[in-house]
């Protein structure tokens, strides 16, 4: 089986950093696509960031500029650095892989359980 964890999250004040990461571990053959989502109180969940296989990023909305999405292949990682954190980023922030099995040939979405990112002074 797969498993996703996220790591990273925390309180920070306006203005400040978070760098999050999610490592994958299991029966892993291959990675796809790796993106970040984030789900603020009282609302649906949210794509932020993307990377493709071949590492070309993707941004949604107001993170352009301010979050940058990285991928490490040979570790299994996958990680968004966060800077200039806003009140409005205040999210629990999932991560997500799409991932080929040792013992299949077809991929699969996994989903990390979440870390909580507060920003607030």
């Known amino acids: 089986q797969v498993q996703l964890v996220e790591s990273g999250g925390g309180l920070v004040q306006p203005g400040g950093s978070l760098r999050l990461s999610c490592a994958a571990s299991g029966n892993i053959y291959g990675i796809f696509g790796m993106g970040w989502y984030r789900q603020a109180p009282g609302k649906q969940r949210e794509l932020v960031a993307e990377?493709?296989?071949?590492?070309?990023?993707r941004y949604v909305g107001a993170v352009k500029g301010r979050f940058t999405i990285s991928r490490d292949d040979i570790k299994k990682m996958a990680y968004l650095q966060m800077d200039n954190l806003k009140p409005e980023d205040t999210a629990v922030y999932y991560c997500t892989m799409t991932i080929v099995l040792m013992t299949t040939t077809t991929s699969s979405e996994y989903w990390g359980q979440g870390t909580q990112v507060t920003v607030s002074s």
């Open positions: 990377i493709t296989g071949d590492g070309r990023p």
